[in-house]
């Protein structure tokens, strides 16, 4: 992996792939990340960032105009757990460490910090967000397969396992071995919707398509609410930044 600075972009990191049918450029608030194949030569990485030079300034100013920082007022809080950040001087060779407050639902946890830690920097934003993520996954696997286990009984589903996955794009997927895999954000969204994405993968463990008759399921199974269950859904999303106490789903 090559890194080196490319002003105005910042540091630009390019990891070699095996596996990389073409160049691919993930834009950061401060640098680049490029994935190639060996077979790429850094000239033509710089020729194509340079062709695209407008473009990429013009993302990162966007997304440094939006970003949000997980720090000291960085605060999540549902039915299930709640978290909070703080500093801790007693905190020094790690960057920070997640402390349960509590050992029952909802449970209690404390993000603690190392006192000079710079929270800004995006490596370590990016560090705390996968372990904040971790958590929410762990938290998340029991509550979300026992309803999933309750409906699957209240309306007569075999279901093989259930798992929980931290998704950006999608709410859930049901595989042909009656596998279900769901957003483990869900245990953020208020109960009806969250039962509504659940009813809709189980539906697909009859119709492994989205035809007429996988919605008269769904419609059938919430009252036929589907339109309006699935018109209230995206108003949600997997930005942790949707759901901190400030914008609390109750």
């Not at 910042?10 to 060996?38: E, F, M, N, P, Q």
């Amino acid at each position: 992996m090559d890194t080196f600075q490319c002003e105005p972009f910042g540091t630009v990191t390019i990891r070699r792939r095996h596996d990389a049918r073409s160049i691919r450029i993930r834009i950061k608030t401060d640098g680049l990340l490029v994935s190639a194949d060996y077979y790429t030569s850094d000239k033509q990485i710089l020729k194509l960032i340079e062709q695209n030079r407008e473009a990429i300034l013009k993302e990162q100013q966007s997304l440094k105009s939006k970003k949000k920082l997980i720090n000291e007022d960085f605060r999540l809080r549902n039915r299930y757990f709640s978290l909070s950040i703080r500093r801790d001087d007693a905190i020094k060779r790690l960057l920070f460490t997640i402390k349960a407050e509590s050992s029952v639902m909802p449970y209690k946890f404390t993000m603690r910090c190392n006192s000079k830690a710079d929270l800004t920097d995006e490596e370590t934003q990016e560090h705390m967000l996968n372990a904040i993520n971790k958590l929410i996954r762990n938290v998340a696997n029991e509550p979300l397969r026992e309803r999933t286990m309750q409906l699957a009984k209240e309306f007569g589903f075999e279901v093989n396992s259930v798992k929980t996955k931290i998704e950006k794009s999608k709410w859930g997927s049901c595989s042909s071995r009656k596998n279900i895999n769901l957003s483990a954000y869900l245990i953020f969204l208020p109960e009806h919707i969250r039962d509504f994405v659940i009813i809709h993968e189980l539906c697909h463990l009859k119709e492994m398509n989205h035809s007429s008759r996988f919605h008269d399921l769904v419609n059938k199974y919430t009252g036929g609410k589907e339109k309006e269950f699935e018109k209230e859904l995206k108003k949600y999303s997997s930005n942790i930044f949707d759901y901190t106490a400030e914008a609390d789903v109750k």
